[in-house]
């Protein structure tokens, strides 16, 4: 078999290839084909590590920082709506923050307060007074012409002076609930005191009419003793009497007292 037309092949191909390596014709690509941008080659092996390697975006991420690490936010600068610089000191005397899970502070102390001293001096004399009012009062009531004499409650009395007593602590003392025990206590002596000397004046009343209705000469040499002498003098006489004629109305007219005293004061202390 001949081999020249193999050879005449050869060089006709050869002769095509240094052709197209000296005249470069632009090769046309299909439409369906996609053109691949070529990368271009470094020239040396620290020309690609110079390069900067870029890593894709991501939507909705961080931006990015050189090198490839996510960039994170910056912290808030000092300003408006930020604390300056280190936290203050607490002043001395300044007030102290409160925490949760501590007992409250105290209630303030509500209404108007007073002098406890001055109260209770003015109640004791309100007392006095109004126990010689009552014993006054007690002794116009009586019936000292029958034999025994004959003595009249009034209820309203005690009431009165209980009341009267209260006012005056209220009003030297404040609202001090110890004032108005205090209170009580005096407007409940005030009455026993009141009593006590209204029988002692009833007593020297009935005993003087008494003389003037036997008249004569044993009329004018009796010492009849007055309400003074009888109170201080005869004073165990004069309660033994007293407890021997009071009920249960004496002693109820007697509760009033402290109960008017407590509650005057209570009632003007809510006003």
Not at 46 to 69: A, E, I, L, T
Not at 136 to 160: I, Q, R, W
Request: aromatic share 12%.
């Amino acid at each position: 078999m001949s081999r020249t037309p193999d050879v005449t092949c050869l060089v006709v191909m050869h002769s095509c290839y240094f052709m197209a390596r000296i005249i470069r014709v632009p090769a046309v690509a299909a439409p369906w084909v996609t053109a691949v941008p070529e990368r271009e080659s470094p020239s040396s092996p620290g020309d690609f590590m110079s390069q900067n390697w870029q890593q894709p975006q991501q939507p909705g991420g961080y931006p990015q920082q050189q090198g490839g690490y996510p960039q994170q936010p910056a912290a808030p600068q000092p300003g408006y709506g930020y604390p300056q610089g280190q936290p203050q000191q607490p002043q001395p005397g300044a007030p102290q923050p409160q925490f949760g899970g501590g007992f409250p502070p105290p209630a303030p102390q509500v209404g108007r307060q007073g002098n406890p001293l001055a109260a209770v001096g003015a109640a004791v004399v309100a007392a006095l007074i109004g126990a010689v009012a009552y014993a006054f009062l007690l002794s116009s009531l009586a019936d000292t012409d029958s034999n025994p004499p004959e003595v009249t409650k009034f209820a309203y009395a005690g009431v009165a002076l209980g009341a009267l007593v209260g006012f005056v602590v209220f009003k030297l003392g404040g609202r001090n609930v110890g004032l108005w025990v205090v209170g009580a206590v005096l407007a409940l002596a005030a009455v026993f005191l009141g009593e006590l000397y209204g029988y002692a004046m009833i007593m020297s009343d009935a005993a003087s009419n008494y003389v003037d209705k036997i008249g004569g000469a044993a009329a004018a040499s009796a010492n009849i003793p007055d309400a003074n002498e009888i109170f201080f003098e005869h004073f165990g006489d004069l309660f033994d009497g007293w407890k021997e004629d009071a009920d249960a109305i004496t002693w109820i007219f007697m509760i009033l007292s402290p109960v008017a005293a407590a509650g005057t004061a209570f009632r003007l202390s809510n006003r």
